[in-house]
């Protein structure tokens, strides 16, 4: 019994103790990036794509724009010092956003006024961090 | 905004010859600037596979900005719902969102109260009332309030709370069916105001072959049990007929649009029917 307090003990010395962060702390951060949007007009939606990626390695998604909208693309992730983006591409595979930003801290976003109705591709890329995968969630609002 | 006064300085120090050739090109604020062209077959990157099903929202207010739809042509009154199984009262649920959505354009408010507590009648049904009581709540008063904006938001958070608790309780699939119900509803609805008046752009709202390849590779990997679902069998049927009708935005043309009236229609009928 001793032998396993001990060990238990050793172990906590070693292993550095971490707070189990989720989806939603980086959900929270692209929601933060919305709020000055929200002012403008902009309805976010409920929805939302999240995951955790190495640094360097791309996530593509795949979604439907309406021409006759303004779509921003809001991205999020809690772990500190990490550098996010997010840009926006058009089913030929032309850049088609008409302005991004990545320089606050946990954000990054894109703006899109779609020149056609149809398919897009939301490239989410970890461009620097300290953690081995960083958290990322991506938000949507349009008007 | 630091944004604008990057710009700004950029175009004062390159002159008006660079600075009209970055007019066209996108604003991009302290990073290296992105590949302007990327291989889309070959893509730098994994798919996520989730996808965001736009809602009707997104597209009548496209709508609205094309013309003034007459919306309460397009409000259908919704009846006491009708409690099939669970499949079908999913569909519904999702079908029956979509229409507060149309009542929230045309502005009804008791429509969208009586809308507001059928949701909360089928998600009931389904054993997911939990996770909308506040959203019903919240969309009945605002209704009262005619907090338009508002209303938007609770549909919208009403159909995310209800697939996520459907989720939780391992039933993915039927929350797959939430939203293809709304989307079904919210095609018809679509395909009513462009009859009306057609015009392209209004037309090529229509233009979604993406979404449809994602809502028929969910029915393709639905259980068995669901397959066999008279009601999501007719779905499943009816659906690929709508994707050759879409495949080009500049191709939806008026006998298209009838033609995705007549099949939305059918399949919103069956999914409210006793009969199914």
Known sequence: MKTIACLVLALLCVVPLRVHAT????LSFALEAASPYVKEGFTVREDYWGGDLPVKQKKAIVHQLFKGNEYWFWLGTDTENAKVTVHIYDSEGNLAEAESWSDKPHMAAARIVPKATGSYYLIVEI????????????????? | MRLFSLYQKFRAATGLVLAVTLGAAPLVANEEAPPRKIDIATLPATMVDDVVVPVPTEVFGVLDK???PNW??????????NLGDRA?????????????????EAQDPEEVKEIGRHVLTLAKAIGVSKAVISRTSSIIEAADQRNWTKIRVEFDGASHDVKQAMIELKDEQLAQLVSLGGWLRGTEALTTVVQKNY?????ELLHQPALLDHFQR??????????????VKQVRSRLPEIRPLIEKPDAVTSERVDK???ITTELVKVIGSKDS
């Open chain 2, 260 to 262: 995705i009236h007549a």
């Open chain 1, 23 to 26: 989806i939603d702390d980086a």
């Open chain 2, 66 to 68: 094309l013309g003034s």
């Open chain 2, 199 to 203: 015009s392209k752009d209004g037309a």
């Open chain 2, 88 to 104: 079908q009262v999913a569909l519904l649920l999702g079908s029956v969102i979509a229409e507060g959505f149309i009542a929230v």
């Open chain 2, 72 to 81: 309460h042509a397009v409000l259908r009154k919704v009846e006491n719902p």
């Open chain 1, 127 to 143: 461009k620097r961090s300290s953690e081995e995968r960083t958290r990322w969630a991506l938000a949507y609002g349009f008007r």
């Open chain 2, 218 to 231: 969910q029915l393709d990997n639905m259980d068995s049990r669901l397959k066999r679902n008279r009601v």
